[in-house]
C-alpha cells in the first residue's frame, strides 16, 4: 500500500485541531451572511412566470439588488408571500400612482397599451377594472397570462416585501 502525499493527505484526512475549527467557524459564518443577506437560493414551484421562467428552476436571488436602488417597471422581482420561506416571482408592471387596467387581454399603465416583449409573451384574455396603485406599493403580476385570472396571485405590494431579483 502505497503513501499518499503530504498534502493531498492533510486535504482529505485534516488533523482536528484549532486551526481546522477556526477554519470552519469562520467558513460556516461567511457561508450564513452570503445566503442569508446577498444571494439567496430559490426554485420555482407553478406555471405562473412562463415562459420567462420554468417549473421547478433553481434561480440564486439576489437580496441585495435593491438596497440602494428602487425596483423599476418590468423588473422581476422575489416578493414575501410568507414569512421569509414562502415567495412569489413576480413582473413589475406599474410603479405608485400609476393606474393599471387589463382590457380584453391588453395591459394598460396610465391609460396606454404597455409596448413592452414581456408584455405579449402568452396570450390573454383578461378584463380587469382601472386601478390606481397606492403609494410605496408596486403593482406586480406574472408572464403567463394565459392561465386564468383567478389562477394567479397578483395586484399592488408593499415595496419593502421585495426581497431581491433572481441574477437570470
Known sequence: MTEFPDAIQNFFFPKFDRRFLIRVICLAVVTFIVCRFIISPAWTNGGSML???QEH???PVLRCKYWFSKPQRGDVVMVRFLGNRVMLLKR?????GQTVEFRDGVLYVDGEESPE???HLTPCDWNLAPRVVPPGEVYVIGDNR???INEHHF????ANRIVGAPLW
Do not use: C, D, K
Not at 413589475?92 to 405608485?96: D, M, N, Q, Y
Open 92 to 96: 413589475i408592471v406599474a410603479l405608485e
Open 51 to 53: 415562459p420567462t421562467y
Open 57 to 59: 428552476q433553481f434561480l
Open 155 to 158: 395586484g399592488h405590494v408593499r
Open 146 to 148: 394565459s392561465m386564468p
Open 117 to 119: 416583449a414581456w408584455n
